[in-house]
């Protein structure tokens, strides 16, 4: 990859969300966290960077846990399309398109409020989230009301996203409790009590 090719990814994000957002004049602060790949550090897009008011952090070599929120979203991909073939481009591109839907609209996130993201960016668009940080200096973002109140403030599809990733989480820990249903028919089952003898 070329760092041409990062700047036009870069633009199409500025134009299509950052500008459309007005995330500036809201005072939201953009970090791009990168290795050390000579794309990224290109003096052009270095400057580019700067001139957009981005951030730009380099990790440092052979430090993976400095990108931990790359790490653990590759980590559920990988774990979202384990066993799955993909014999075309186009086959992947459809699973893809099912993966961020979830992971946008369904998959709750601890580090935004318990929120899936969609309806995390809707709260804060409606000024009930609460931002502070913790001695690190780490965002640490809270509801300003209890979550089940949320339905009455936001859009009622939004309400049923989370809803559905709720049923969703209780599905994954019933089945790493009782392990996966395989089998929908009723299934006759024996108890057999046996007792110690004297």
Known sequence: MKWTQVRAAWERIIEGLLQEENLLAKGVHI???????????????????YDNHLCQVFTHPYTPQENGHVESFHSILSRAT???????????????????EKYNNSRVHTAIAMLPPALFWEAWQQNQVVRSRDKRGRNIFKLKQPRYLLSGN??????SRLAAARLEADERVENKVNGPVTNT???LSVTRTVRKSD
């Not at 966290?33 to 052009?44: E, I, M």
């Not at 066993?83 to 993966?99: A, H, K, N, P, Y």
């Open 185 to 187: 028919q009723p299934q």
């Open 31 to 49: 970090e791009i966290r990168s290795d050390n790949g000579p794309q990224f550090l290109a003096a052009k897009l270095r400057e580019f960077f």
């Open 154 to 159: 936001l859009k009622q599809e939004a309400a």
């Open 82 to 100: 384990q066993g799955d073939t993909f014999w075309t481009l186009s086959q992947l591109e459809q699973r893809l398109t099912i993966f961020y």
